[in-house]
């Protein structure tokens, strides 16, 4: 069965410092990617994602993520955070397989961006 | 397009009691699913369904029913609501099945007391 993994809780951060979040996934063969966001209060919103192709992947909002295949990790990146970045962060992973796209979450990452 | 929506966006049940929480979409979807998202935990799939008249379980099915009489409506049924079963309940649906993006409605918070 396919897992993720997010290793960073929660991260605070003030405004304008670069960010990396942690991905790591477990599963053998091809898989699909996705960074989705929660901002407070609101419902689940995809911020970019990796079928195939360039693994530099670029996404709304100026996060881009970059897929790893060596080391199964899709880590989220962004140069420079704003206060409106404040938010809840999952990394999914979708096998290739079976009949549904079944995603798999990890447990999310908290984001705190303060002034 | 109003995407999915659900309704209620929040309710408290007493232990024992019953209710539905509705899940819409009108993007002509034919994949549709629950997912429960407590604290801390990420999100649980609870049951999908791959089109109208079929459903399946996902990884926490117990407690749960659905039913899918057309490719619009997918509601999520407790039959006993118990305190564990206190957490926020997404729906979502998506195009086809090989990872295409899955769209995601407002919630419903449910509170089991």
């Keep these: 069965a ?6 960073n809780h929660h991260v605070i951060l003030s405004e304008a410092a670069s960010l990396e979040l942690g991905c790591n996934y477990s599963y053998g063969g091809t ?15 995809l911020l970019l994602k990796y079928f195939s192709g360039d693994p530099l992947v670029k996404g709304i909002k100026g996060f881009e993520a970059e897929f790893i295949k060596s080391k199964f990790s899709f880590n989220l990146r ?9 938010a809840e962060y999952f990394c999914a992973v979708n096998a290739r397989t079976g009949t549904a796209s079944k995603l798999t979450f990890g447990t999310g990452t908290r984001l705190q961006v303060t002034l | 397009n109003a995407g999915v929506t659900q309704t209620p966006k929040f309710r408290i049940l ?19 699913y629950w997912y429960r998202q407590d604290p801390g935990m990420g999100l649980k799939l609870i049951y999908y369904s791959v089109g109208a008249g079929i ?6 099915p117990n407690g749960y029913n659905v039913s899918r009489s057309t490719t619009e409506d997918f509601p999520l049924r407790l039959e006993l609501a118990a305190p564990s079963q206190t957490s926020v309940y997404f729906c ?3 195009y086809s099945t090989r990872g295409t993006e899955q769209f995601f409605g ?5 509170t089991v007391l």
Aim: neutral net charge.
């Design chain 1, 78 to 86: 962004k140069p420079s955070v704003q206060w409106s970045d404040t």
């Design chain 1, 31 to 45: 898989v699909n990617l996705f960074w989705y966001v929660q901002y407070p209060g609101q419902h689940l919103q």
């Design chain 2, 92 to 94: 979502a649906s998506s």
């Design chain 2, 55 to 60: 459903t399946d379980k996902g990884e926490v």
């Design chain 1, 2 to 7: 396919q897992s993720v993994s997010q290793h």
């Design chain 2, 14 to 32: 007493k232990i024992g009691q019953s209710m539905t929480l509705q899940c819409t979409q009108d993007m002509n979807h034919n994949y549709m």
């Design chain 2, 106 to 110: 407002p919630g419903t918070r449910l």
